[in-house]
């Protein structure tokens, strides 16, 4: 775990990252990391705020297994409200599966790294069906009342309700899946989009970058790969050109 901004700290688990948003000794917690991940989510709270009473959210950023998967562990101990986008509530909840399966997967065997990645995923638990059935709404159209105070930004494709958050004052972006900057599948490094077997909706999830492109970021916190600083205009013109160069070969 790093702090990347006055009261903003990023941590990287088995294959993704989470972000904590500390203000007057309280949290916020943006994604969780995948089942495995359980202990140094806990350890980073208690690092940061001493006890999990002191966490006033958990926000997700979409209900993929990587983003939400130590959440259910974390409320038998922590009282705390988990808000997710509205389109993505019943994804949380176990109604719909809106995540790339094996069959995925096996389509898509001799992407590179595969082996490694499927590898990464069984350890760390990601074959488990996690739900979270007490997650509700989060408001839209504005900073949420809660520490760090993001601001959501729907950002559907990857998932149907997946929202980004925004932080004005600080000039960062947490991207979530929307925008990533690395993954153990991909070749390279610096912004670019997910392979598109991950997404609900690749071309929405392309289409949908625009939302970000005139916000006032600095600083790009993803769900995959390094923190990325620049424009994010120019992150995005970069994932595009990436995503161009790849359907093109
Ligand atoms: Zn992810």
């Not at 059935?133 to 504005?142: D, E, F, Q, R, Y």
Request: aromatic fraction near 4%; proline fraction near 9%; charge should be negative.
């Amino acid at each position: 775990m790093r702090e990347v901004a006055d009261g903003v700290f990023f941590s990287s688990g088995c294959g993704s990252n989470w972000i904590l948003l500390r203000e007057d000794d309280e949290l916020t917690l943006v994604d969780a990391g995948y089942p495995g991940d359980a202990p140094q989510v806990a350890d980073d709270v208690r690092r940061l705020v001493g006890s999990p009473s002191k966490v006033r959210a958990v926000l997700v950023t979409h209900a993929h297994v990587d983003h939400i998967g130590t959440v259910p562990g974390l409320l038998s101990h922590w009282d705390v409200p988990v808000l997710a986008h509205p389109d993505e509530i019943p994804a949380l909840h176990g109604e719909v599966h809106d995540q790339a399966g094996a069959r995925d997967v096996l389509a898509n065997l001799s992407a590179p790294h595969m082996a490694r990645w499927i590898l990464t995923v069984l350890r760390a638990g990601g074959l488990s069906h996690v739900a979270v059935p007490s997650a509700s709404p989060l408001p839209l159209g504005g900073p949420l009342d809660v520490p760090g105070h993001p601001e959501p930004v729907a950002s559907p494709g990857h998932s149907l309700g997946h929202a980004a958050f925004l932080l004005r004052d600080a000039g960062i972006l947490l991207s979530g899946d929307a925008l990533i900057t690395g993954h153990r599948l991909s070749v390279v490094d610096g912004p670019q989009m997910l392979p598109e077997f991950f997404a609900r909706d690749p071309q929405a999830a392309l289409d949908g970058l625009d939302v970000f492109a005139d916000l006032p970021v600095g600083l790009i916190l993803p769900g995959h790969g390094n923190p990325w600083q620049g424009k994010v205009r120019e992150a995005v013109e970069r994932a595009r050109v990436r995503s161009a160069s790849q359907t093109s070969r």
